[in-house]
């Protein structure tokens, strides 16, 4: 196993004990004029300027307050490196808006500027779940192209019909390969409840759309994984509220949580939903902006993801032609929902040495 870094053991440390000495402050930045919520972190005992980050949480619920960001963010302040975490109020209501990540980076970018303790001419970019692309394709965006030192995405995607398939179905497929789990459901609520409305054949399910972003809006508040029987009394009762004949389409969204929706049906609603998507938003698939990114770029992803397949990760990785370096990694040691159990005697020395080496490269960053 590679030898871990300074940087690499220090985060290591905060990671397992969820202790270290840190400034953390909340701090108001400036989007386009309008105020956002942030986080900031610093080490206390500095002797000079420090490397900053820039951390990008994706659609969900808690936001930065995510326990799972809160602890990473921890980690990575703690290898002597300033974090700044921007409140991206459009993805905590569970709005799918790629058109907010440019301004929300320049908000950062600004008031990192605007300290004397942080080198800000150039930053490390970090994106999770849908923030992963988005945050990669900006280092693209001229305005940002030289003042972003590398950029990493966690639990991304590249292809949104693939990601809804996979999301509905639980199978994906890799270079010839298919593969099939149980899906989390989560992503697929809030795709519905976003681009019901466009698509040609249920435009009209609006009391469905509503239904949807509820049911994620309450998984997101509970933390509970979507695909939990905690849910199944609300989808009953929601069921019973939205009109009869939209009960069809609510039982491919959301059966009991033991049942995995398949058959034309649904391969006829993954086309529109991902169709609909796509003219409403162009850039929920940045893909000719990852193609212009240069910079180092690191795409990790979890190898039993429930919520975006591994597969997207590497898609999102092999459209990353220009990066000078691309590093992938795939691991069974994190994913949307945690890490999955693994035998450490069988395999936790092999996925120790691959988390290891792609966390020495991610902390080279900056």
Request: net charge neutral.
């Amino acid at each position: 196993m590679s030898r871990p870094s300074r940087r690499t053991t220090r985060f290591l440390r905060t990671w397992l004990s969820h202790r270290e000495r840190l400034l953390v402050s909340e701090v108001t930045l400036s989007r386009d004029g309008d105020p956002v919520p942030g986080t900031f972190l610093i080490p206390p005992e500095r002797v000079e300027r420090v490397p900053a980050w820039i951390v990008l949480h994706g659609i969900t619920r808690p936001g930065r307050a995510h326990v799972q960001l809160k602890r990473f963010t921890r980690s990575l302040a703690s290898t002597g490196c300033a974090v700044i975490v921007p409140e991206v109020a459009e993805w905590r209501e569970l709005v799918i808006a790629p058109y907010v990540t440019v301004p929300t980076i320049k908000a950062a970018l600004e008031f990192l500027s605007e300290r004397s303790d942080v080198f800000a001419d150039r930053v490390g970019l970090v994106g999770f779940s849908f923030g992963a692309p988005q945050a990669i394709a900006a280092a693209a965006v001229p305005e940002l192209r030289h003042r972003v030192a590398g950029v990493v995405g966690f639990g991304g995607y590249r292809d949104l019909e693939r990601s809804l398939r996979f999301q509905f179905t639980g199978e994906h497929d890799w270079e010839g390969v298919a593969y099939a789990q149980a899906p989390d459901p989560y992503g697929r609520w809030i795709v519905g409840a976003n681009y019901l409305h466009a698509t040609q054949s249920y435009g009209d399910a609006t009391e469905l759309a509503t239904a949807l972003r509820t049911l994620a809006s309450v998984a997101g508040d509970n933390g509970t994984p979507a695909w939990d029987a905690v849910y199944d009394p609300l989808k009953e009762k929601i069921r019973g509220e939205i009109p009869r004949d939209q009960r069809d389409l609510f039982d491919l969204f959301a059966p009991s949580h033991d049942r995995i929706p398949s058959g034309p049906a649904v391969e006829s609603l993954v086309r529109e939903l991902a169709a609909a998507a796509r003219s409403e938003e162009p850039e929920i698939e940045p893909v000719s902006r990852l193609r212009e990114v240069t910079c180092p770029a690191h795409v990790l992803h979890g190898r039993y993801d429930a919520l975006m397949p591994f597969s997207e990760g590497l898609r999102l990785a092999r459209e990353l032609s220009r990066a000078d370096p691309c590093r992938t990694a795939v691991t069974r040691l994190f994913g949307h929902s945690g890490p999955n159990r693994i035998s450490w005697i069988r395999e936790g020395w092999r996925e120790a040495r691959t988390f290891v080496e792609a966390l020495n490269g991610v902390l080279q960053v900056v």
